[in-house]
Each structure stands twice: as structure tokens, then as C-alpha cells.
């Protein structure tokens, strides 16, 4: 069998399971920051997150797809060491660029959350008092 095949066969199942454990731990642990972005809504925070993990996989295994063309082949056993290790290097990049790059959303988006929350005054105003008049009001201790 040629040792190209050899590469990029070995190259796509590392790809992939890299992908899948990725997409995973952040489907896993993004959910935690939506629910609380989202004021609580587990729903709307399965769905979103759902949405986030399927786009997290479109762009991957699409870069891992384009990324396996090569125009050179590869002669011997180091040959295939070499070219894994930089197209795997490369995917790793690719899949931490995309994992910061979520969990820099998801931060904003809470960070957007919890200043709605703090925002908002924990009991209604009852009304206006106006800047008191030092002369009427009686002081202390009288």
C-alpha cells in the first residue's frame, strides 16, 4: 500500500476523533455558560448550544477535508511522520483557535447577561425624593 495512503488515513481518523472529543467537551461545558446567559432557559440553551457544537463540526472536519490534499507523495516511514505531524500539528491549531474563539463568545455573551441583571434595580423605585433642603430637614441628634 502506498505510504500516502497510509498518511492520510491515519490523518483523518486522528482528525476526526480530535474533532468529535472537542466538539464534546464543549457541548458538555458550553451548556453550563448558556444556561446562565440565557437567564436560566435549559431549552433554548440545548438548542443554541446544539447549534454552536454543528457549526464547531462544518468548519473542522471541512478544514480537515481541504487540509488532506497534498501534491507531494511520501517514500518512507519518516516521510509519513513528518507529514502527519504537521498536518495533525496544524488541525490542533485550528481546533484551540476554535475552542478559544467559543468560549470568548460564550463570556461575552454572559458577561452582556449578568450587566442586563445588574442593571435592573432589585425593587421598583416607590418614587422621586428630590435633593433634600439642608434648613428643613431636622439634623441629627435634635
Known amino acids: 500500500m502506498d505510504l500516502t495512503v497510509v498518511a492520510y488515513v491515519i490523518y483523518l481518523l486522528v482528525s476526526v476523533a480530535l474533532t468529535v472529543w472537542v466538539a464534546r ?12 446567559v440565557l437567564h436560566g432557559n435549559e ?3 440545548d438548542a443554541v448550544n446544539h447549534l454552536l457544537v454543528v457549526g464547531f463540526y462544518l468548519v473542522n472536519l471541512g478544514f480537515v477535508a481541504l487540509y488532506l490534499q497534498d501534491d507531494g507523495s511520501i517514500a518512507d516511514a ?6 502527519l505531524s504537521q498536518r495533525l500539528g496544524v488541525v490542533l ?3 484551540g483557535a476554535m475552542h478559544l474563539g467559543n ?5 461575552k455573551f454572559r458577561r452582556r447577561g449578568l450587566m442586563d441583571r445588574e442593571g435592573q434595580p432589585p425593587v ?8 433634600q433642603n439642608p434648613y428643613t430637614t431636622p439634623a441629627a441628634g435634635h
Not at 467537551?25 to 455558560?33: H, I
Not at 421598583?124 to 435633593?131: C, L, T, V
Open 25 to 36: 467537551t464543549l457541548s458538555r461545558n458550553g451548556k453550563v455558560f448558556l444556561a446562565d
Open 43 to 45: 431549552k433554548l440553551a
Open 78 to 83: 519518516r516521510g509519513v511522520f513528518e507529514a
Open 93 to 95: 491549531l485550528v481546533l
Open 103 to 107: 468560549v470568548y463568545a460564550l463570556n
Open 124 to 131: 421598583a423605585p416607590q418614587g422621586y425624593a428630590g435633593p
